[in-house]
């Protein structure tokens, strides 16, 4: 630039500068528009996806024959991911369950009086069969009421001798009150005759005052013999039917020491474990030492006929009905078990046999069913107790 004939430098104006940070913001903001193109596509592939996917599954429950919107479709197909497969028809209920002894599983708990005992001797092992009332363990208080019961043997035997002493005394007293008062009535008689006579004498002045006094005293004296021997008399006389009052006593003190030896074998009793039935040990909860907990001494059950509980949702119990056919699958089963409905219970209540998956419904209201097995499949489920099945019960009764 030529100002005043003197050339000067070009004048900057900051606008190519400007053009320049134009340019570069403008590169910048298309990348970031290429970004936002790209995820968004992403986020569209993936919703597309998900649809997909659950429109594929609604489309495999519809051909199972299963609905979709039922609880116990989406719990028991979650937790049947990893199980064996085995047909169904449309028509099938299923539920999860466990396998149970028949007539359930029974805790024995210590006997009542037990107290703090702990465990001295156990008698069976895990596995054993035991019959009813068989003694199956021993607890520590064991010596204490063992002497107990010995010494209310000593004393009953002490009081049944006291009894027959007592009665044996009374008879001998009885026999000598009865000829003591014999003799004093004879006595008594001869003093009143004496007294009499004396008497007559003395209307003829024949005798003496002090004769008639001396009779006189003679038969006050007789008198009172024969009522003291009629008295004895009269207390031993119920000896020979044991109702004379000694002899009550004593046999008082004797049902007395019978009831204390029954109370003694009634305390032996708290120091003995019993078999409440017959039954299989299906697992011991105490060892020698040990003082048993709230859950008992050891678990019972009945193995030779296994059962199944079923947990059937309230939506579905209608199309169950005694008789039908049931096919049980577990993994830790080879082959399926097999059993028909037995018993459906009168109550509703909550589920207790869920899904391992979160989203199970732990809240579920069911209906519990029982399925009495074959007797193939009972023998292979006897050491399955509490097992976690899935059953499927057929629609149509055998």
Do not use: C
């Not at 009499?196 to 013999?225: D, F, G, H, Y």
């Not at 474990?273 to 017959?278: E, G, K």
């Not at 809240?363 to 009495?372: C, F, H, P």
């Not at 097995?373 to 629609?395: C, F, H, K, P, Q």
């Amino acid at each position: 630039m030529v100002k005043n004939g003197v050339a000067l430098p070009l004048e900057d104006s900051g606008k190519a500068d400007a053009r320049a940070s134009s340019s570069r913001t403008g590169q910048r903001g298309s990348w970031w528009r290429k970004l936002l193109l790209a995820g968004s596509s992403l986020g569209l592939g993936a919703v597309a996806g998900m649809y997909l996917q659950q429109s594929a599954l609604l489309t495999i429950l519809e051909l199972a024959g299963l609905d979709p919107v039922q609880p116990s479709t989406v719990a028991v197909l979650k937790h049947e991911e990893s199980q064996p497969t085995i047909d169904a028809s449309a028509r099938d209920v299923v539920a999860l369950g466990r396998l149970v002894p028949e007539g359930g599983i029974l805790a024995v708990a210590l006997p009542n009086g037990a107290g703090d005992a702990r465990i001295a001797r156990l008698m069976v092992s895990e596995g054993q069969q035991v019959e009813e009332g068989e003694i199956i363990a021993e607890l520590d208080n064991m010596a204490a009421l063992l002497a107990a019961k010995v010494s209310a043997e000593s004393n009953l035997a002490v009081q049944q001798a006291a009894l027959e002493q007592v009665r044996a005394t009374m008879l001998t007293s009885l026999a000598e009150s009865r000829a003591n008062h014999l003799a004093a009535e004879a006595t008594l008689t001869l003093a009143n005759q004496e007294l009499e006579r004396q008497n007559r004498l003395a209307t003829r002045s024949s005798t003496t005052q002090v004769l008639i006094e001396q009779a006189r005293a003679n038969a006050v004296k007789a008198r009172a013999e024969f009522d003291r021997s009629g008295a004895l008399v009269e207390r031993f006389s119920g000896a020979e039917t044991g109702s004379q009052s000694d002899i009550v006593l004593a046999a008082r003190n004797l049902d007395l020491a019978r009831a204390n030896l029954a109370r003694a074998n009634e305390d032996l009793t708290s120091a003995r474990v019993v078999a409440p039935r017959a039954g299989t040990v299906l697992e011991l909860h105490a060892r020698v030492s040990e003082k048993p907990s709230d859950i008992g001494v050891m678990t019972i059950g009945d193995i030779s006929q296994m059962t199944a509980e079923l947990e059937v949702y309230q939506t579905d119990v209608k199309e169950v009905a005694l008789g039908q056919i049931v096919s049980m699958t577990a993994q830790a089963l080879p082959a399926p078990l097999t059993g028909k409905v037995t018993q459906i219970r009168q109550i509703v209540g909550r589920q207790s046999v869920m899904s391992s998956e979160p989203a199970a419904n732990a809240d579920a209201r069911v209906v519990r069913v029982t399925v009495s097995l074959d007797a193939e499949s009972s023998a292979r489920a006897r050491s399955y107790t509490n097992l976690e099945v899935i059953g499927r019960i057929r629609m149509e009764a055998e």
